[in-house]
């Protein structure tokens, strides 16, 4: 079923609820992206969960007015979503910019109990800076949007096994908004204090990467006290799209485990 919370600033936050179970996977896409990059995920996890998919504001079916785009306010679009369903019991997974804005969702809302982080934030001791996505994106994107997306994106985003009917959907999609408006809903992501963020977080985080860049993760675990990834081979920047089958069984075992972990905190 498909729904409209109001998050802080009034924005209205679309999302789909599906699913049924105690435990809710609360999903959250990347840059530019929407609900329905989990529709596999969906499909796999209803039976089992309550399954949750966010527009975050600027994004989807979401409002696109808003002025003031910060991380926080991102985090009032998720805590508007989960608030109005009345959730308790949230995993939530996080797609790319989404990584931080789960994290920071986290820290003070103890519904959460756990993170699924997805290619995204592989090496804390190596986060980009504000200057230098200024310098080698935003700068393409406000000059020529479209040249960026066809001609620079590829190159970090996919690789050769990508599927180009993936590549073509997802260029689409993000041609369909405004070069400004694709600055603006990921500037917070770079204004973040990601490090100072993680350190606060007291629940489990788990990965699932791809193997276009490698994960670091003793660097992460001096930030994240519970942290383990696994990785996908072959996939680029999206692997729940690009091998889902594979993604969605990497899912469902960490669930399991996360899911003992979950029950025997609320026991003792």
């Given amino acids: 079923m498909e729904k409209y919370a109001l998050s802080s600033d009034g924005l209205k936050i679309h999302y789909q609820e599906t699913g049924k179970g105690n435990i809710s996977l609360v999903f959250l896409h990347g840059w530019l992206g929407n609900i329905n990059w989990w529709t596999n995920q969906k499909n796999y996890f209803k039976e089992k969960y309550k399954v949750v998919q966010i527009d975050l504001g600027g994004h989807g079916k979401s409002d696109k007015s808003r002025k003031n785009w910060t991380s926080k306010q991102y985090v009032d679009d998720i805590i508007a979503v989960i608030d109005n369903l009345n959730l308790t019991e949230v995993v939530l997974v996080g797609h790319s910019m989404s990584g931080g804005y789960v994290l920071e969702t986290a820290i003070n809302l103890p519904k959460i109990k756990a993170i699924i982080l997805v290619d995204t934030l592989k090496d804390l001791d190596k986060l980009i800076t504000y200057e230098q996505a200024e310098q080698f994106m935003f700068v393409h994107y406000r000059s020529d949007f479209k040249f960026a997306v066809e001609n620079i994106l590829p190159k970090s985003l996919f690789v050769e096994n990508t599927p180009i009917?993936?590549?073509?959907?997802?260029?689409?999609e993000f041609l369909q908004n405004e070069p400004e408006l694709a600055v603006n809903v990921i500037e917070p992501l770079y204004k973040m204090e990601i490090q100072k963020i993680a350190r606060s977080i007291n629940i489990p985080v788990r990965a699932i990467n791809s193997d276009t860049a490698p994960t670091n993760i003793e660097n992460n675990r001096k930030y994240l006290k519970d942290y383990d990834c696994t990785t996908i081979n072959g996939t680029a920047h999206y692997p729940m799209l690009e091998k889902p089958d594979e993604f969605n069984s990497?899912?469902?075992?960490?669930?399991?485990?996360l899911t003992k972990v979950i029950y025997q905190k609320n026991v003792s």
Avoid at 167 to 172: D, P, S, W
Avoid at 252 to 257: M, P, R, Y
């Fill in 165 to 172: 009917a993936l590549k073509q959907r997802l260029q689409k």
């Fill in 250 to 257: 990497i899912l469902d075992t960490l669930l399991k485990e």
